[in-house]
C-alpha cells in the first residue's frame, strides 16, 4: 500500500520536473529544482535511506550556489 509520505514526495518531483520543464527564467527553473530535490529527499527517506537523503541534503545547497555564481558570470559576460 502507498502511503501518504510516498504519494507526497511524488506530487513534488512531477511538480518541481514540469516546472523545471515548462518556466522560461534561469532562476525559475533553479526554484523548480529545489521543489524536485525536496520530493527526492523525501523519498529517499520514507524508503529508510537516510544517509543518502543527508547527502542530498548537503550537496543540493551547495550545487545551489555554483549555479548562482555561473549565472551571474553569464550575465555579466553579456553586458
Known sequence: M???LTIA???L???GSFTALLS???FDKLI???ILTAG???FFVG???VDVAIAASLLMPVGTIFLLLLLR???EEQK
Open 32 to 34: 523548480a529544482l529545489g
Open 9 to 11: 514526495a511524488a506530487a
Open 40 to 42: 527526492a529527499v523525501m
Open 47 to 49: 524508503n529508510g535511506y
Open 24 to 26: 522560461k527564467k534561469t
Open 73 to 75: 558570470k553569464k550575465k
Open 13 to 15: 518531483v512531477l511538480i
Open 2 to 4: 502507498i502511503d501518504a
